[in-house]
Every structure is written in C-alpha cells, then in structure tokens.
C-alpha cells in the first residue's frame, strides 16, 4: 500500500506522514530521497536539496526535449539527472514495501502502483501559524510577508506538478480525499486516516 | 452539529447524506424543503422543485437588483420568492436541531453556525454507472450523452453557487473534506464519516 501526500506549504501535510507512518508502521520517505539523489549523483545533499525543494524550475526549463538546440548546459544536464534520479528513487522505494511519500508528484510517479491520493490544505492564517511555529527564526516577517511567501512556495510547487504530470497541482480529481487542516490537530486527522487506510475503504 | 453536503452530479452526495443521517441520528433535510417552499409560497411541490433543481439561473437573472429597470416580471419575482424562501426554510431547519443539508448552497446559508462542510465527487466513469443504476429510464442515452447531462448539471450547480455565494463551487479552501466516491461503497464512506463526527475532529 502507498500513500501519496500533496499539501500547500504551511497545512501539516509533512506532520501528516510522518504521523501516520507511526501509526501504520509504513516506511516514511523524506530526507531520505534527497541523500539517495546525493549518493547516486555524486552531488552534495544540500545541492540536492536545493533544487529539488527550491527552485525547480528555474533550474529546469519547461521546453528542454522540444528544442532543437544541440547544446546543453551543464548545470541544467545536472539538475535533470537529479529529477531523473528523484523518479527512479521514488519507484524503487515504492517497490520495497508499504510506504508514504510526501510532495514530489509521488502521486503521479507511482500511479500504476494505485496509491491513496491525499491533499492537505489550510486558510492562510493556519498556514502562517504552523510557519511560525515550526520556524520561529522567521519571526521578523509580518503575517502578510509570510502570506507572500507561502504562495510563492505553493505557486512553484503548482508550476513543477503540472509541468511534471500535466495535471493540475491541486484540482480535487487527482486525489482521493482532500483534507483541510485549518485550526485542527494533526493527530487527531492522522488518527482517523489511519482507520480509514487499514479498513482499506 | 450542521453537515452540509455539496457534490457532483452522480457521485453519490445524496445516499451519502441519508446513510450518515441514519448512523447519526441527524435530521435529513432533502424534499422536506421543497414542500416547506410550497406551503409558503402557495405554489405547487412540482413547481418549486422544478425551479430550485432545474433552472436556478435561467429564472434568477444575476443582475436583478443592479438594474435601473423598475417593472419586474411576475414569474421572476415568485422565482425570487421561492428562493427567498428556501434560504429561511434552511435556517430555521438548522436551528431546530443537528442536520444534515445536501446541496442548495447550505454551507454557505449557514456559514455563521459554522458548519462541517463536505464536498463529494468522482470521476466520469464512475458518475455514470451511479447514474444508471439510480435512473434505469435513461438506458437509452449514450455514455457519451449521459456524460453531457452530468457535466451540463453540474455547470448549473457551479454558476448557481456562485452567483448566491461570490464563492467557486468545488474549490477546496470552500470544505472541510473532500472525497472521492470513484469505484468506493458509499455506506463505508458514510462509516468512518460518522466516527470522524462524533469523534468531532
């Protein structure tokens, strides 16, 4: 069984995984991946990390394959390698055993395994309360900074998925359930998908 | 406790409302409104039920009430009324007691009683068999007809949403949680619906 995990940045989708990977005894994929990347790559994981969780994009241009352009940046045939690297991780791991994979258009990758698509999301202001309390060196942003840039963060991870899966990062027909976690306690939101995912509804 | 219900054609929001209203306990509110509007408004079931389910917006113009023009039609203001009416009927049926509303704009009738507001939905494939078994009358229309209709309802649903509520119908920041009713049992759904209400996450 997979579980994949999208979540807008700030609704508790990471607390989410790792909570109902304690509760279902699933593997739990994060870091992870990032170091399989590093390892396989011969790439520092703070590289990895980077482009894989900041700026997917810019490092990866959206019309590479479609141009006739014969040469190739070396930075940008860096950065696919890391992708093509996160792709094949993401599978293997799926492969081995029960697990849960947060953010990374897991959902797409694995789609022949037929995964449960969750998506978590908040109202801005419980966003920008579980920003704060998980990084409280941010505390010299305003509420409406903050708000800033969590949807720069929401709009790259839109711009990536659907560059990625051509679908919609996001549009309630690409999960199976959908869950807001404005104000509520992600233990008790784990507690109660873990009924659901082992009466396997 | 308010329940309010908002749903895709065929994707099952109707039996799901019942089936959670029989394991809960709660009022279900459904054809109850209808003939409440009727008594009210000395109208005919029929009637009203035609309009409210098949042609909110082709009898309640978006404009009305922005316009300069002083000579209202009669049939637009009974169509006025009726809605007029549902929208108290709504409020007063909530006060009474827990309830469960599927569709008719109640989450957004009964936003200030702060309701748990479900969304439910599915895919093309599984709308249409849902439909087929509830509605044998239609065999003749095609898939692909049949798929028409749903979508033409649904676009209905979408506008009507819209236009009373200044807000997307479907759009997840809108629920609490949105499910996914493709190839699932509606009365496992509505299950662990009902430990989730009453374990009041």
Redesign the interface.
Known sequence: MIITIGREFGSGGRELGRRLSENLGFAYYDKEIITGIAERTNLSEEYVHQIVEHKPLISYPIHIGRSFYPVQDPIMKQNQEIYSEQHKIIKEMAEKSDCIIVGRCADYILKDMNPFKI?V?A?MPSKIERCRKKAPENEKLSDKEMAQEIKKIDKHRAKYYSFYTDLEW?A??N??????TSG??IR??AS?LT??IK?K?
């Open positions: 998506f999301y109202d996001g309630r027909i999960y199976d359930l959908m869950i807001n509520k306690d008790k939101i109660f009924s659901i009466e509804i």
